[in-house]
């Protein structure tokens, strides 16, 4: 978490979702980009790492974007980063280091968006 003025700072609830992978609880927010989709998430409960993770918009086709056949995060993606996370060192409980885990695109199994032009 982000401290700022001895506050510490969480996802907002409003601008974020929940998911329970586990039976832990997270909150999980998208940032679109251009040609990338940056994911962040944190334990709902803990006060510990966050963990970011970025997808290319280029598995919808060459020529997606964010506007042109745009990547759609979904819950089972979001489901399956943080268990990838897990087995790389991710502990959402614990307070230390952010954990980027780079580029997954290739590392995950993602489903093109249904409408995508992947020529």
Do not use: C
């Not at 510990?48 to 997808?55: S, T």
């Amino acid at each position: 978490m982000v401290e700022i003025k001895n506050k510490k700072m969480a996802f907002p609830k409003n601008k974020s979702r929940r998911i329970v992978v586990n039976d832990h609880s997270y909150r999980w927010m998208v940032k679109t980009y251009y040609k990338t989709v940056r994911l962040s998430v944190m334990s709902e409960t803990h006060n510990g790492q966050k963990l970011f993770a970025i997808f290319q918009q280029s598995i919808n086709g060459a020529k997606a974007d964010k506007y042109a056949f745009p990547f759609i995060v979904t819950s089972q993606l979001v489901k399956d980063t943080i268990l990838y996370a897990l087995e790389n060192g991710y502990t959402p409980e614990s307070k230390g280091e952010n954990l980027e885990l780079g580029d997954l695109t290739n590392i995950i199994e993602i489903t093109p968006n249904k409408h995508a032009n992947l020529e």
